[in-house]
């Protein structure tokens, strides 16, 4: 009698480690998701501006292709703004995709494969991040030369072309501040990429109780 009333005792103590270890798992991914959909609006919120920028400055470029405003004279001086125009276009494209991505319901798909979703999707576009980055780069810094003719024709050359020197290398300053800030490096992705390493180790460690 004594060994059955051990046994059962025994039994609802493993039930009872077993409840909690249950628990313990869905309070942690409870607020490793209400973190994640934090995240999320956060992204959204800072995209939606971020694409309102972006229609304005293609506004403004077409502006500079229809009305001229700087007066060019040769074809070649719009090239620059024509590269700035195709990196802007390729950034609404990202970010279009990006909230298409991010509007997914967590509790429908569960966190892990959502955050894998995510991370999977940042992945892909590291490509056409890099692409738009060469555009608007190239772009920034060619967009001086477009003011050499007119420099040319109330300067003598020597000054003209320092003056072009001089803008070029407060633009390449300018980009090498950014870069050494971390303006081009992706920390959205960082954070899905933490939230999921987080949830595996405490998911490991809840399966070794």
């Known amino acids: 009698m004594e060994l059955e009333e051990l046994k059962s005792t025994w039994n609802r103590y493993e039930q009872q480690i077993t409840s909690t270890q249950r628990l313990s798992e869905r309070l942690i991914t409870s607020m490793l998701q209400e973190r994640s959909r934090s995240r999320v609006a956060g992204i959204r919120r800072e995209n939606s501006l971020l694409l309102v920028y972006l229609v304005l400055l293609l506004g403004v470029l077409a502006a ?6 700087f ?5 070649w001086q719009y090239i620059p703004y024509g590269l700035l125009c195709a990196g802007v276009m390729a950034a609404v494209a990202r970010l279009v995709k990006n909230q298409r991505e991010l509007n997914t ?3 429908t798909i569960g966190l892990a494969p959502f955050l894998s979703k995510v991370i999977k999707g940042y992945e892909k576009s590291a490509r056409m991040e890099t692409w738009f980055g060469l555009l608007m780069f190239t772009g920034g810094v060619a967009t001086v030369f477009s003011f050499l003719p007119h420099k040319l024709q109330h300067k003598g050359l020597w000054p003209a072309l320092g003056e072009t020197a001089i803008g070029v290398g407060i633009t390449l300053l300018i980009y090498f ?7 081009f490096r992706n920390r959205k992705k960082e954070g899905f990429e933490n939230d999921l390493r987080e949830l595996n180790e405490l998911n490991a460690e809840l399966k070794g109780i």
């Open 71 to 75: 007066d060019f004279t040769y074809g």
């Open 177 to 183: 501040v950014a870069f050494k800030a971390g303006a």
């Open 64 to 69: 500079i292709f229809i009305g001229n405003p």
């Open 105 to 107: 319901n967590i509790n």
